[in-house]
């Protein structure tokens, strides 16, 4: 097949690790027949440096027609006294409502290999954990109004959810969790809040679509605790863009190193924007040793979601489990006895057993 890739690699190790992720992905296309074609655009301080704002309406349209976008990672010290409205982080919220892309999948499983990054007790972790952490992505109090006042001495932001945007979530989460252990979690906090009673009441009426699916509602300070506690108890997740911005880094430390998480952004088509969830780790930029997995991973990702490439993204996965099987590890993941290797090194590791 023939894909239309528009890489953002944006700030900092973005450019390091996208530039491993798009050559495992040239591997995939030489191995299995397809042609992917890689179109690089700014995003973040990168696109700040060269056009003054963090997303421009030219690369927002090119997303837009494009398969698939694979993204690295965006912001940094570099641009912490720009403007509130024109930060990088902006250019990435910015992109994800202007692709549509409401539902992010994040995924939480514990490579094996790495259960001793684990930081949770062994009997713990004994249980088979496969949480997936679908969270709202396009509302919430991102999306809000803002307001500061002119002594600057208050401020308020705003939470909105209409039962629109919760419903067409929690649908993806309801499909998810009838392919998977039919088990639901919804993420509020209804006892306090209006928004979290909207979002309860609505997926309360979406469960009687889906009589086979197991319901639960947490409240998301419960949720905190038992992630840690007993993270077999959770199949799928719901929740809103904040509760899930929060809960999904827990998870990744649960499954030991946030430089594997990789994560999926989806809309109503297939068109999807995929992302490691970690950020652009100043410190370690441009020293050749970020982990570049959670990218990898999101490229796969991106070819079982867009593209439909179910047998290329498992061949990914299997890549990966084959490297950290031999012992190779970035220095974020690694231990004593184990093989330490740079981000282009892994890179060049995971495409060669493709
Ligand atoms: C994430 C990040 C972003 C978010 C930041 C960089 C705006 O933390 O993808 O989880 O809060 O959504
Ligand atoms: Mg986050």
Redesign the pocket.
Known sequence: MQANIVTLPGDYIGPEIIAQAVKVLEKVAEKYGHTFRFDERRLGGASIDAFGVPLTDETLAACNAADAVLMG???GPKWDGVEPARR??KG??AL?KGMQVFA?LRPCTIHPQLAGACPLRPDIIAEPIDIMIL?E?TGDI?FGKRWRSEDRSAATDEMAYSAMEVERLARIGFEMAMKRNKKLCSVDKANVLECSRLWRETVQKLSAEYPEVEVTYMYVDNAAMQLILRPSQFDVMITG??F??IL??ESAAIAGSLGMMP?ASLGSTTRGLY?P?H?SAPDIAGRDIANPLGTILSGALLLRHSLGLEQEAKAIEAAVSAVLDEGYRTGDIWSEGMTKVGCTQMGDLVAARI
């Open positions: 990672s965006v912001g990088p982080e990435l919220l994800r992010n969270r992505l991102y863009n904040l899930g911005d999904s880094d994560s992302e969830i950020g």
